[in-house]
């Protein structure tokens, strides 16, 4: 593990005034200051990867969109990343912020990161560039003061020629046919969520159950940073909602509870694994970005059963976007009915902690086996009559241990999972990385590879690969569009 830090500055465009008064026209030179300090920090690094975290603290005036540029100097790439997107991934790289996190107010900080690649070695960058004007270190007025003034102009010496009105009245502009957005920006007014009393609701829950029921207009919740000790639950009446955490990082804002399959209700009667999620989501459309969904029960803590959900998906079309997921066994549960689209985002767990018959892409992910032990990552239950379960792509696999992680087991017999062009790190026990299930073997479940690279990726008798012409209909595209074309991506 190694920490380093990097500080850079940068220069936003000028802004020119013009003003002008009876012929006279001044040029006003812009005096704001503007600037920016760049922290560049390598948290951790293993065999052809590594974990980095940057944050831009903004000292200037306020920012509305930026890129962020940086050159890697030994090959290295960015193959996911949690904040922004990145493209080109490798050379000369420039991240785009997300459309949550596009303002940085003055004084204001934004940590965003992302799982990368390297060979041979890993040297940090150079230096950084934000919206194309490099950083310099230091806060500076955007445009020099003038060292003399402006010319001036002398008045005319005769009356300027007068113009008789027009006969015909000007031509009228018709009303715009579409309604402006009912909901605002999240970085502006009243967060709907505040535990500190700050918002309109106290509560996750609160804000969820004012919504009306059987909308079709998108209802977007944003939340304050804070934690959020509650159960939430999104009802099948309540389609369309957004839950966006207003935090410059996921970790922000973290909804949490602790239930656990063995913990008991106040009847007497356990929860169960499918009832013991600390947010339950059965609403259509639904969509979380900028935070945290975490279970923190602890495993082995009591003798009670240990899978603890952290959230349980019955819906369909939902997204999550730079959302973590935290817990241990069976964090993520995709139900059957489940379309979902996970991308840019965090899922860490112990075992089978990505489970279910639903069918989900998870995309530009990081994906953590937390266990020293190691362990299975999937356990999908597709049904037979459903090409597309699982599939995990361009995504980086990491644990904690050496040769212990597994990409899966079949929960059902004809469980379909495909890693796509994904980073495997050391972690994964490359000479068997599927295992049985509850009687159903591996090899009769429908199991593949395709383009993985990374010391866990290779080739032998317990991996099987796609061909390239198979490949062609195992895209995300075909995984999601179902029979509405639906296309979140």
Not at 34 to 50: D, E, I, L, N, R
Not at 164 to 172: D, E, G, K, R, V
Not at 310 to 337: E, M, P, S
Not at 370 to 396: C, N
Request: charged share 10%.
């Amino acid at each position: 593990m190694r920490n380093r830090t990097r500080r850079a500055a940068f220069i936003v465009a000028t802004a020119v005034t013009t003003t002008l008064v009876a012929g006279v026209v001044t040029a006003v030179s812009a005096q704001a200051a503007a600037g920016c300090q760049v922290t560049y920090q390598v948290g951790s690094q293993w065999a052809g990867g590594f974990t980095a975290a940057i944050t831009i603290k903004n000292l200037g005036d306020p920012v509305n969109g930026w890129r962020l540029g940086w050159t890697f100097p030994a090959g290295q790439a960015v193959t996911s990343a949690w904040g922004f997107t990145a493209s080109p991934a490798s050379g000369n790289v420039v991240a785009t912020n997300l459309d949550y996190n596009a303002v940085i107010a003055t004084n204001g900080s934004l940590d965003v990161g992302f799982n990368g690649t390297w060979t041979g070695s890993n040297p940090d960058p150079a230096g950084f560039t934000l919206n194309g004007t490099a950083c310099t270190g230091t806060t500076t007025p955007t445009t020099a003061p003038p060292t003399t003034p402006p010319p001036t102009t002398a008045p005319p010496t005769t009356a300027p020629p007068t113009t008789p009105p027009p006969t015909t009245a000007p031509p009228t502009t018709p009303p715009p046919t579409t309604p402006p957005p009912t909901t605002p920006p999240p970085t502006s007014g009243t967060p709907t969520v505040a535990s500190d009393g700050t918002g309109r609701y106290r509560t996750v829950q609160a804000a969820i159950d004012a919504v009306p029921a059987n909308s079709s207009s998108r209802a977007t919740i944003t939340i304050k940073s804070g934690t959020y000790r509650e159960v939430v639950r999104v009802a099948s009446n309540k389609p369309n909602i957004t839950l966006r955490g207003l935090g410059s990082a996921p970790s922000n804002v973290v909804l949490v509870y602790n239930n656990s399959a063995g913990t008991r209700k106040p009847d007497g009667t356990t929860y169960g694994t499918f009832n013991s999620a600390s947010m339950f989501v059965d609403g259509a459309n639904f969509v979380a970005e900028n935070l945290t969904i975490s279970n923190d029960f602890v495993e082995n803590s009591s003798g009670v059963d240990q899978q603890a959900v952290a959230l349980h998906l019955n819906a369909d079309r939902a997204v999550l976007r730079n959302v973590r997921l935290l817990g241990d066994q069976d964090t993520f549960l995709v139900n059957d009915k489940t379309r979902a689209y996970v991308v840019s985002s965090y899922v860490e767990g112990t075992v089978d902690f990505i489970f279910g018959g639903g069918t989900i892409v998870i995309d530009s992910t990081s994906i953590y086996e937390k266990r020293s032990t190691g362990g299975p990552i999937t356990a999908a239950r597709t049904a037979a009559s459903k090409t597309y379960g699982m599939l995990i792509y361009r995504s980086t696999i990491t644990g904690a241990t050496n040769n212990t992680t597994q990409l899966g087991r079949p929960w059902g017999p004809d469980a379909q999972v495909l890693y796509r062009e994904s980073s495997l790190s050391a972690t994964m026990k490359t000479a068997q990385p599927w295992t049985d299930m509850s009687g159903n073997v591996w090899q009769n479940a429908r199991f593949r590879e395709y383009r993985n690279t990374g010391p866990g990726a290779g080739t032998n008798g317990n991996r099987p690969q796609l061909s390239d012409a198979q490949a062609a209909t195992y895209t995300p595209q075909r995984y999601l569009a179902g029979s509405d074309g639906w296309n979140p991506m």
